[in-house]
């Protein structure tokens, strides 16, 4: 039996979510007050996706300059030299 804090109910250990950091290993509000907090706390700092502020680049746009950097790193080649490459010895091999 633990009380909450913030309701002053005292309930089972499964009204309240586990914490591995505190002594008992339940966390200090119970299930209803955290989520009521939690709620208000959502809708006083809502956080918009980083794509909708427009600074962060889609995930594919970001691998491509990685991979096309590091080709030229390490080959001295851009992406699409190494394209035309491919396709004009193939051209060869069966043409």
């Known amino acids: 039996m633990k009380t909450c804090p913030k309701c002053k109910q005292t309930m ?3 009204g309240f979510r586990k914490d591995a950091s505190r002594k008992d290993g339940l966390s200090f509000y ?6 009521a907090y939690a709620k208000t706390m959502r809708r006083k ?4 996706y980083p794509s ?3 600074y ?6 970001v691998r491509k300059e ?17 394209q ?5 010895s193939s051209d060869e091999r069966f043409g």
């Open 66 to 82: 990685t991979n096309r950097q590091r080709m030229i790193a390490k080959y001295g080649i851009d992406f699409v030299e190494t």
């Open 56 to 61: 962060r680049k889609p995930v594919g746009a």
């Open 52 to 54: 909708v502020l427009g």
């Open 30 to 35: 119970c299930k209803q007050c955290g989520n």
């Open 84 to 88: 035309d490459s491919m396709t004009d």
């Open 12 to 14: 089972e250990a499964d």
């Open 45 to 48: 700092h809502p956080k918009p």
